[in-house]
């Protein structure tokens, strides 16, 4: 932490916002959703220590904190203010006093301000409550996103199922030009697709992004301090721009992306409502061509329309679009496991052995997951999306097992405990990969199933794995979710099948598959001994000796 309820993130990004954007301090306030005393607080403390945008990005984030911030546990004000927001909304609360929120201010900071100041600033904060003014908009400064609230249907020419597309509004806060699409969900991979489709549309990059809370692009839409979702914040920061939310329960804040709505379902899905589209690149070429028409549709009160607006005020003052367009990259938190791999997509990747227990972030794109720890890379793998398997490289691995907490005799001497079948099937998974610490996982899922269900059980359960010869975690834990443990096994079974002469056993079918007469591999037409195997209703289980849903053998 950069100082008292700040992310090293966060800190980052007002230095970002400062040093490339040049955005002031009011808007950093707003776009990092703090004061704007706090930022300036920051950019002062970077300036005096020579901290460029540069050599940020070559620090790790314990040494851009030790820059900032060297005295221990020191924060960015020695004064800080409170929220005067939350001051008033608090005293608008039957029973509370200015008094008694100046003396839990103080509690939390005994070096805070005194009581007349305390009143002083909030009195100054209280009187320009609620003054509402007519907001003026910069050219190219503020784009506006949100969904439109009603959808496009788009049928399926295969099956005839009508589905509900989406539909992505972007306004220009100046002009009112407007750029809009379908997309299936309001997901993150299509939110991002559609900011980035937006950007080309428009040729250019504004200076502020302001977004609607949609959890897609607002991780925790609070309303002080609403958390920005990473891929959301590296979009930002790839295009050189900023996301400022819209303040939760303020309309006036996106009045501007509601009037784009209302532009989109008026002018354009009222249109479209009767028309039917079999895809969704369909549906998007004919919003287009009416979208076109609604921005070159001359104002009713004012010169111009929203294209020849946008031509003359907006697109002179776009930031330039990057080389290439941002590629999608989804983030997530992972612990290591015992095993010295994180997981991602039920896929596991390898990281130095030494991170064990660690909190690391993974930031994976369609062919690479690349492996944080504390803001510094310290691994990356070829992104791979075989569900279950694993992908090690050697030099993670431990040069010397006997040093770890974590080994396989360790796990087979707990086996041991569980029941002979247990030692086996442990011993089995141990095997089976490259390397043993891989199957440590699967060993700590099988002793949590004998928690759960007891050694009875979960040994009568390894018994029956054995005899598939799928001795896997899979496997035993599906056996004791369809209850087999507790059936007998096929050879311990009791043959009530009826002997008769049209009654044909697995003997037949197997001399059929070789080309063989029936007559040729059968005794004289009566039962042999693998007849057994038949599915018997009044045998239940029999005839499904190894064939366990979702197991393969």
């Given at each position: 932490?950069?100082?008292k309820g700040?992310s090293?993130?966060?800190t980052?990004e007002?230095l970002?916002?400062k040093?490339v954007n040049?955005?002031?301090?009011?808007?950093?306030?707003r776009?990092c959703q703090?004061?704007k005393?706090?930022?300036?607080?920051y950019?002062?403390r970077?300036?005096?220590?020579?901290?460029?945008?540069?050599k940020?990005?070559?620090?790790?984030?314990?040494?851009?904190?030790?820059l900032l911030f060297?005295?221990?546990g020191?924060t960015?004000s020695?004064?800080?203010?409170?929220?005067?927001?939350?001051v008033?909304?608090?005293l608008?609360k039957?029973?509370?006093?200015?008094q008694?929120?100046?003396e839990?201010?103080r509690?939390?900071?005994?070096?805070?301000?005194?009581?007349?100041?305390f009143h002083?600033?909030?009195?100054?904060?209280?009187n320009t409550?609620?003054?509402?003014m007519?907001q003026?908009h910069?050219?190219?400064?503020?784009l506006f996103?949100?969904y439109?609230g009603?959808?496009i249907?788009?049928?399926?020419s295969?099956?005839?199922?009508?589905?509900?597309a989406?539909?992505?509004?972007?306004?220009?806060?100046?002009?009112n030009y407007?750029?809009?699409?379908?997309?299936?969900?309001?997901?993150?991979p299509?939110?991002?697709?559609?900011h980035?489709?937006?950007?080309n549309?428009f040729?250019?990059?504004?200076?502020?992004?302001?977004p609607?809370?949609?959890?897609?692009?607002?991780?925790k839409p609070?309303?002080?301090d609403?958390d920005?979702?990473?891929?959301?914040?590296?979009f930002?920061s790839?295009?050189?721009?900023?996301i400022?939310?819209?303040?939760v329960?303020?309309?006036?804040d996106?009045g501007?992306?509601?009037?784009g709505?209302?532009?989109?379902?008026r002018?354009i899905?009222?249109?479209l409502?009767k028309?039917?589209?079999?895809?969704?690149d369909e549906?998007?070429?004919a919003i287009?061509?009416?979208?076109?028409?609604?921005n070159?549709?001359p104002?009713?009160?004012l010169?111009?329309s929203?294209q020849?607006?946008?031509?003359?005020i907006?697109k002179?003052?776009l930031?330039?679009?990057?080389?290439q367009?941002y590629e999608y990259a989804e983030?997530?938190?992972?612990r290591?496991n015992?095993?010295y791999h994180?997981?991602?997509?039920?896929?596991?990747?390898s990281?130095p052995?030494q991170l064990?227990?660690?909190l690391l972030d993974?930031r994976?794109?369609?062919?690479?997951l690349e492996?944080?720890?504390?803001?510094?890379?310290?691994?990356?793998?070829q992104?791979?999306?075989?569900?279950?398997?694993?992908t090690?490289l050697?030099?993670h691995m431990?040069?010397?097992?006997?040093?770890m907490?974590?080994?396989?005799?360790?796990?087979?001497s707990w086996a041991?405990?569980?029941?002979?079948n247990?030692?086996?099937?442990?011993a089995a998974?141990?095997e089976s990969?490259?390397h043993?610490e891989?199957?440590f996982?699967?060993?700590l899922g099988v002793?949590?199933?004998?928690?759960?269900?007891?050694?009875?059980?979960?040994d009568?359960?390894?018994?029956r794995a054995?005899?598939?010869h799928?001795?896997?975690y899979?496997?035993v834990?599906?056996i004791?979710?369809?209850?087999?443990?507790s059936r007998?096994?096929?050879?311990?079974e009791?043959n009530t099948t009826?002997?008769?002469e049209?009654l044909?056993g697995s003997a037949?079918?197997?001399?059929?598959?070789?080309?063989?007469?029936?007559?040729n591999?059968?005794?004289?037409?009566?039962?042999t001994?693998t007849e057994?195997d038949?599915?018997d209703?009044s045998?239940?289980?029999a005839g499904k000796?190894?064939i366990?849903p979702g197991?393969?053998l």
């Amino acid at each position: 932490m950069a100082g008292k309820g700040i992310s090293m993130r966060k800190t980052k990004e007002i230095l970002r916002l400062k040093f490339v954007n040049q955005l002031s301090f009011r808007q950093i306030a707003r776009a990092c959703q703090l004061s704007k005393t706090t930022a300036k607080e920051y950019v002062e403390r970077a300036e005096k220590v020579g901290l460029t945008i540069e050599k940020i990005q070559t620090l790790s984030e314990d040494e851009i904190e030790k820059l900032l911030f060297p005295e221990s546990g020191a924060t960015p004000s020695s004064r800080p203010l409170p929220d005067w927001e939350e001051v008033h909304l608090e005293l608008k609360k039957k029973g509370v006093t200015l008094q008694g929120l100046w003396e839990e201010y103080r509690e939390q900071h005994p070096d805070g301000l005194s009581y007349s100041r305390f009143h002083e600033l909030y009195q100054k904060y209280s009187n320009t409550v609620d003054a509402v003014m007519r907001q003026t908009h910069r050219g190219g400064e503020k784009l506006f996103v949100d969904y439109s609230g009603k959808t496009i249907e788009i049928v399926d020419s295969t099956t005839g199922e009508i589905q509900q597309a989406e539909i992505f509004v972007a306004v220009w806060g100046a002009s009112n030009y407007t750029f809009a699409e379908a997309t299936w969900t309001q997901s993150l991979p299509d939110w991002i697709g559609s900011h980035i489709r937006a950007m080309n549309f428009f040729g250019g990059v504004p200076a502020l992004i302001i977004p609607d809370n949609l959890k897609s692009g607002i991780k925790k839409p609070w309303y002080y301090d609403p958390d920005i979702n990473p891929t959301y914040q590296e979009f930002a920061s790839y295009y050189q721009t900023a996301i400022l939310p819209a303040r939760v329960k303020k309309p006036r804040d996106k009045g501007k992306v509601e009037n784009g709505v209302l532009v989109i379902q008026r002018w354009i899905l009222m249109k479209l409502r009767k028309r039917r589209f079999f895809s969704l690149d369909e549906a998007n070429q004919a919003i287009r061509e009416l979208l076109e028409k609604a921005n070159a549709r001359p104002f009713k009160k004012l010169p111009g329309s929203r294209q020849s607006t946008f031509e003359e005020i907006d697109k002179p003052a776009l930031l330039p679009l990057p080389a290439q367009p941002y590629e999608y990259a989804e983030w997530k938190k992972a612990r290591v496991n015992i095993d010295y791999h994180v997981e991602f997509k039920d896929h596991y990747y390898s990281v130095p052995y030494q991170l064990i227990g660690q909190l690391l972030d993974l930031r994976a794109t369609s062919k690479i997951l690349e492996i944080f720890h504390r803001g510094k890379r310290i691994t990356s793998h070829q992104r791979s999306y075989h569900k279950g398997k694993p992908t090690t490289l050697d030099e993670h691995m431990p040069k010397n097992h006997q040093f770890m907490k974590w080994n396989p005799q360790r796990f087979l001497s707990w086996a041991k405990k569980w029941g002979d079948n247990v030692e086996k099937v442990i011993a089995a998974i141990l095997e089976s990969p490259k390397h043993p610490e891989i199957g440590f996982r699967a060993c700590l899922g099988v002793f949590r199933l004998g928690q759960k269900v007891g050694p009875a059980r979960l040994d009568a359960a390894c018994q029956r794995a054995l005899h598939c010869h799928s001795p896997k975690y899979r496997t035993v834990r599906t056996i004791l979710e369809n209850g087999q443990d507790s059936r007998p096994l096929p050879m311990q079974e009791e043959n009530t099948t009826p002997s008769h002469e049209n009654l044909r056993g697995s003997a037949y079918f197997q001399a059929a598959a070789k080309g063989e007469e029936y007559a040729n591999s059968t005794n004289n037409g009566n039962l042999t001994e693998t007849e057994t195997d038949r599915d018997d209703k009044s045998t239940p289980g029999a005839g499904k000796q190894c064939i366990l849903p979702g197991i393969e053998l």
